[in-house]
């Protein structure tokens, strides 16, 4: 994350999606040569990786650019970018806790599942941020020109709504009733003792003159 936003800070404005791809890929791939670490390795294990997702607006060209599982609201309308192999181990997840498992072992259970996903489909059949090439097949480009409100957000809202309170109160509802993503939404993890939330959260609303 870190890295990334060092990166947009010296991106030129006018640069375009794929531009971005590709400057972000090599900014992270000189990192981790300048740490001397085993790029041979890094190429058989994707799990190993700095790996993050994005989502940008680019003033410019009048596009957001949707680079992993990340999610917008362009005027109402719900975009979303999941990783293809999320529900199906979410469920799986799921179906354990509800026959008994507690939620750390079912975790655990569904670990090498997350990791062989990695290993055959990160930025193979779908786009991360990784100082890898990004499967572009995968990154969406909206074009917003005629929009007059965006909001960016990252996938720890389950509930994305047109302001952060409502988002954030739909995501405390989710959380008492059901801490550990196992019913209506389902995810690959839930709530952790002495966690406030599942997963990150970022929230960025703009309001296009």
């Known amino acids: 994350m870190k890295l990334i936003k060092s990166f947009i800070r010296i991106f030129p404005a006018d640069g375009t999606c ?3 791809c590709k400057g972000i890929t090599s900014f992270i791939h000189n990192v981790y040569k300048e ?3 085993d790029l041979n390795h890094l190429q058989e294990h994707p799990e190993e990786r700095l790996t993050a997702s994005a989502v940008i607006y680019s003033e410019k060209k009048k596009e957001v650019w949707m680079i992993g599982d990340c999610q917008c609201l ?7 970018n999941n990783k293809p192999y999320e529900d199906r181990v979410a469920s799986k997840r799921a179906c354990l806790i509800s026959r008994g498992m507690s939620p750390s072992k079912a975790r655990e259970a569904i670990v090498p599942d997350l990791i062989r996903a990695m290993e055959e489909g990160q930025n193979k059949q779908y786009a991360v941020i990784d100082g890898f090439d990004i499967y572009m097949q995968d990154v969406l480009v909206i074009n917003v ?4 409100q965006l909001i960016l957000a990252s996938d720890g809202y389950p509930f994305l709504k047109e302001n952060l309170y409502q988002s ?21 993890k839930g709530l952790i003792k002495n966690n406030i939330s599942f997963d990150d959260r970022s929230y960025l609303k703009i309001d296009i003159e």
């Open 18 to 20: 794929e531009d971005f």
């Open 74 to 80: 362009i005027d109402k309308l719900h975009y979303t």
């Open 145 to 148: 020109s005629h929009a007059q």
């Open 168 to 188: 954030e109160l739909l995501l405390d509802n989710q959380l008492k009733k059901d801490p550990q993503n196992i019913h209506a939404f389902k995810a690959t």
């Open 35 to 37: 740490y001397h670490i």
